[in-house]
């Protein structure tokens, strides 16, 4: 492994990023292309932050070094963050659209991008058995601790997915996995995989008006995270086998006092 020179790390970061509050939009990119350059696994997540800035190739997906090193650093006080002061519930939607459709109790659940079992909490009494799959191990540690799930792996998403050979699953949750994710296909094809015949895939995604898109079915939004046009996600469902059973418009969370609009998809695997 190549050593990351921190020093001259921080500088180049600490200087994008405040190149970039500034509004220099060419100076912040040529600065976090410094920062890429020092290192190339991208933990700070610069490729994703030239994406936001309108620049540069969109990535199918958030750095793994990123997205681990995001969660790592903010595991203790996560939930107090995201449920307190960013108002997401979006675990306790699945909950209640799982209830409202009459849909479950389930034998078996995998939960994608667990954290520290916000979704596993709230379904727990609707399944017989939980896995769940976070790439932070520091997420994962607080999970075990509170007994939510049966098994837990430190993994990437798609990587489990692909890699998997347990027993098929009837639900699979991926609450708040999508913003990191850009390119769906490798997402879906892995669900319905691990998954028996008329199982239900439910996840929540972000998203922002169509003509932000201008045709383009994922983008990198302005708070760094990717946004997915609801037309991209009907037809890659569609295309790799799942039948929408509801896709509901909400409320993902607040940022900056601001809501942020997503949606809320039920799907199920279609019968072979």
């Not at 896995?131 to 191990?137: C, N, V, Y």
């Not at 996995?177 to 015949?197: D, I, K, R, S």
Request: hydrophobic content about 45%; glycine content about 8%.
């Amino acid at each position: 492994m190549q050593k990351i020179d921190e020093e001259a790390l921080a500088e180049a970061y600490n200087r994008a990023l405040a190149l970039e509050k500034s509004g220099n939009v060419d100076a912040a990119v040529k600065a976090y292309e410094e920062v890429l350059a020092i290192d190339p696994d991208d933990h700070g997540g610069a490729a994703v932050r030239i994406a936001s800035l309108g620049r540069g190739e969109t990535p199918d997906k958030a750095p793994d070094a990123y997205v681990a090193t995001l969660f790592d650093q903010h595991a203790d006080v996560f939930e107090d963050v995201l449920v307190e002061q960013l108002d997401y519930h979006v675990p306790m939607m699945v909950r209640q659209r799982l209830q409202a459709l009459k849909l479950g109790p389930f034998a078996r659940v995998l939960d994608l991008g667990c954290g520290t079992g916000l979704t596993g909490g709230a379904l727990r009494d609707m399944a017989d058995d939980i896995t769940g799959i976070d790439l932070s191990e520091n997420m994962v540690e607080i999970a075990h601790e509170k007994d939510l799930y049966e098994t837990l792996y430190v993994a990437e998403v798609v990587d489990f997915l692909e890699d998997n050979d347990d027993e098929p699953f009837d639900l699979i949750t991926a609450t708040d996995v999508l913003p990191y994710l850009g390119a769906l296909e490798a997402l879906f094809f892995g669900a319905a995989e691990n998954m028996n015949p008329g199982g239900l895939f439910i996840f929540s995604s972000e998203t922002l008006p169509t003509e932000t898109f201008a045709g383009r079915p994922f983008m990198v939004g302005p708070h760094q995270r990717f946004a997915h046009a609801e037309s991209y996600v009907r037809e890659r469902l569609n295309a790799i086998g799942f039948d929408i059973v509801e896709l509901t418009d909400i409320i993902v969370r607040m940022e900056e006092g601001e809501p942020i609009t997503g949606h809320l998809v039920i799907a199920k695997l279609r019968q072979a």
